[in-house]
């Protein structure tokens, strides 16, 4: 997932106004690809948790509630470790990436919580984006590690606003293109990247099916219906005015949820409220 997320990035830099922000995003992502290549043992809820969790309605995950392993700052500091050696020395974003590494973990852990909260008041919006990504680190390895323990606990879960693993709101949705997938859309989580289905033409936040529209950047001055559909879209909902950036496989096989969310950061669409507060992407969209 980091792989390929950083890869988009890459392709998203050329030319972009946010060109050198999404070269260190990528830089970022391959520091996080580097340190899940090898993913330490993690505490795990057993079959039976995850299974009364589910049947409570609750995610057998929390990225929330509760305390957090020590392990996801160890893991934080060595991935920021690695970004700050593929750094250039006149890099200014060393000095937030240093200001992270040295932070004390009470520091760390109140960051973290408003991260997740959706706090802005006292949230260092500098290094909020690096901070995202050790969250985002620590939590796909607990999804992976914990899917790959209970292979069907998760399997008939689909349909959610929220990720059912670990309680978080997508990132975006995506519609897939592969054999097998073709035509059936994902939300993506922003905490744990874990990807979860949801029926098209369907509003995620509030559940409605009617008012549904799909609106994307046109040129200035162009009149009428593009030639060709947008792989990258915001489907705006009439009866809550809220949107989620919708992104085809089938119209750019490389879209990739939160690197393409990020790489059209700088767009809304009139007269709609954002689905995506700024504390909830992870880690390229983690700032606005």
């Known amino acids: 997932m980091f792989a ?8 998203q830099a050329a030319g972009h106004a946010l060109r050198e922000y999404l070269l260190l995003m990528a830089v970022l992502c391959e520091a996080l690809h580097e ?3 090898t993913p330490p043992a993690f505490d795990l809820p057993s079959a039976d948790d995850i299974a009364a969790a589910l049947q409570r309605g609750e995610p057998p995950l929390p990225s929330r509630h509760g305390p957090r392993p020590a392990l996801w700052r160890a ?10 050696a593929r750094l250039a020395p006149d890099n200014p974003a060393r000095s937030a990436v240093q200001t992270v590494i040295a932070w004390p973990d009470d520091t760390l852990e109140q960051q973290a919580d408003r991260l997740l909260a959706g706090i802005t008041l006292g949230l260092n919006m500098a290094t909020a984006p690096l901070l995202a990504a050790g969250l985002q680190l620590h939590w796909a390895q607990r999804a992976a590690a914990a899917a790959a323990a209970h292979p069907e606990a998760f399997a008939a879960l689909s349909g959610r606003s929220y990720c059912p693993c670990c309680g978080s709101l997508p990132t975006a949705s995506i519609t897939r293109s592969g054999q097998g997938f073709k035509g059936q859309r994902y939300l993506h989580c922003s905490v744990c990247g874990s990807q979860w289905r949801m029926e098209m033409v369907h509003c995620s936040h509030c559940g409605a099916h009617e ?3 799909y609106q994307a ?5 162009e009149t009428g219906a593009p030639a060709t559909r947008a792989a990258v ?3 705006t909902c009439e009866a809550c005015h809220h949107y989620l950036k919708i992104v085809h496989q089938e119209r750019d096989a490389h879209v990739e949820p939160v690197a393409d969310d ?7 669409p009139a007269g709609v409220r954002g689905r995506l507060s700024a504390p909830r992407h992870q880690p390229a969209a983690a700032v606005r």
């Open 4 to 11: 390929e997320r950083a890869l988009r990035l890459r392709q």
């Open 75 to 84: 893991e934080l500091r060595a991935a920021l470790q690695q970004v700050l």
């Open 217 to 221: 950047l046109q040129p200035a001055g």
């Open 233 to 235: 879209e915001a489907e």
């Open 35 to 37: 340190r899940a290549r």
């Open 262 to 268: 990020l790489g059209h950061a700088h767009a809304r």
């Open 211 to 213: 008012g549904i529209q």
